[in-house]
Structure formats: structure tokens, C-alpha cells
């Protein structure tokens, strides 16, 4: 079982529409959560980070729920650019030295 | 802003052949983490480095090393290379104490062994 887990999708939906990606973690002392979009043979980036109290970033929403260990990522009024692999990534703390903890990526793909 | 800086982009190695990967992490950033990224799957890390110093170590080959030089530059050098390697390796930094900050990646070098 890996230890970050997202369902692979794909996705597909029409321009506008909102969609909302899920992810669980298996390890309990996992501090930093984040959400990486990764482009087709490109490398992945930074979409957000990922706050106990949620966060938003325009159309972009994060969610943690820590007792349930479970991540979510909601993306309001879809864009053709949306358009990606989008990876819930995990790490046990922020110091140095501690390496990203990927799930498998859930694909995107919104049409006119 | 600079980035990563990994090369090179693209690389063809006859099997069994020696590879070495080159990556420039942004200034001031302390650390240096490796991850290979086969067709179709999420990345997985192989190794980092802080302060010149190996941190982690996750799936690397025995085949594979790293290290981390005094002006932070990294390099990962494979040998006796395999079909399976084939991949995208991808290098990210971070500076310690940024908070969640999350990571940077380059470009990536996309190794074919042949």
C-alpha cells in the first residue's frame, strides 16, 4: 500500500465545471502537506501548500482533515489550462533533509 | 528569479555505460533531494543532501551515488546502466527553516538507455 494515495482518474470534465481531488496518508507523523501540479514530461510545481485551518488561492481550495488523514483539493470554475496531473505530496516535517512523499497524481483533463 | 538548474536535459546511454547527472540548486538553498520519475508513475526519491551532508536515502540503487559538493552543486552518478533506468530524475532544493515553503524542482534530465 503506498503510503500517499489519490484516485488516478482521469477526470473529465467541462469547462467550468468544479472538481475536487481527494488524498489520504497512511503515516500519522506527517506534518507538511502540499499540492503539485505536474505538467506532461515537465517537472512538478508547487500549487499550494496545505493548512490545518484550509486555505484558499483564487479557484484553488485545501483542505486537511488530520484525524481522518485525508487531503483534499477543490478547483472551482475549471480552465482548459487546468489541464494536468495534480500530486498530493507529503513530508514527516519541514526540516531539512525530509523528503517528498508523492501519491500516484490524479489527472485532469477539462474540455470545452 | 533563478531555479534549478539540472543537466543535462536529455541523455542516451548504452546499457552497462556510466551516467552522471548535474544539479544547481537556487542560491542560499541547503539541500538537495534526487527523484526518478519512470513513464506513467509519481516520483520517487532517491536520495538528498544537507549541508553537503546525505540526509535521506530512499530507493537508490547500490549501482547509484550521490554527493553534494561546497558550492552545493550536486551530482548523481550511475553506473553499469540498465533498460529499467530509463526515466526522468528530477532535482529539487529547499532551505532549511523556510516553513511551508515547499520545494522547488528543475527541469529534469531525461535519461534512455538503450
Known amino acids: 500500500r503506498k503510503e500517499v494515495e489519490q484516485d488516478p482518474g482521469p477526470f473529465n470534465v467541462p469547462e467550468g465545471a468544479t472538481v475536487a481531488f481527494n488524498c489520504t496518508y497512511s503515516?500519522?507523523?506527517?506534518?507538511?502537506f502540499f499540492w503539485y501540479r505536474q505538467d506532461c514530461r515537465k517537472e512538478p510545481k508547487l500549487l499550494m501548500s496545505?493548512?490545518?485551518s484550509g486555505n484558499e488561492d483564487g479557484r484553488f481550495t485545501a483542505q486537511l482533515n488530520r484525524a481522518s488523514q485525508y487531503i483534499s483539493l477543490l478547483i472551482r470554475d475549471s480552465k482548459l489550462s487546468d489541464s494536468a496531473t495534480y500530486l498530493c505530496?507529503?513530508?514527516?516535517?519541514?526540516?531539512?533533509?525530509?523528503?517528498?512523499?508523492f501519491g500516484g497524481g490524479t489527472r485532469l483533463m477539462v474540455k470545452p | 528569479a533563478a531555479g534549478v538548474i539540472q543537466s543535462p536535459r536529455h541523455l542516451i546511454k548504452e546499457k552497462r555505460e556510466t551516467a552522471t547527472l548535474k544539479c544547481y540548486p537556487i542560491?542560499?538553498?541547503?539541500?538537495v533531494y534526487w527523484y526518478q520519475q519512470g513513464p506513467g508513475q509519481d516520483p520517487q526519491f532517491l536520495i538528498s543532501?544537507?549541508?553537503?551532508?546525505?540526509?535521506d536515502k530512499g530507493s537508490i540503487p547500490d549501482r547509484f551515488s550521490a554527493q553534494q559538493f561546497s558550492d552545493y552543486h550536486s551530482e548523481l552518478n550511475m553506473s553499469s546502466l540498465e533498460l529499467g533506468d530509463s526515466a526522468l530524475y528530477f532535482c529539487?532544493?529547499?532551505?532549511?527553516?523556510?516553513?511551508?515553503?515547499?520545494?522547488?524542482f528543475g527541469s529534469g534530465t531525461r535519461l534512455t538507455v538503450v
Open positions: 529539487a532544493s529547499s532551505r532549511s527553516g523556510q516553513g511551508q515553503s515547499g520545494y522547488t
Open positions: 503515516n500519522s507523523a506527517s506534518q507538511s
Open positions: 496545505v493548512y490545518s
Open positions: 505530496v507529503v513530508t514527516l516535517d519541514n526540516n531539512a533533509g525530509n523528503m517528498l512523499t
Open positions: 542560491p542560499r538553498h541547503d539541500t
Open positions: 543532501f544537507y549541508e553537503k551532508m546525505q540526509s
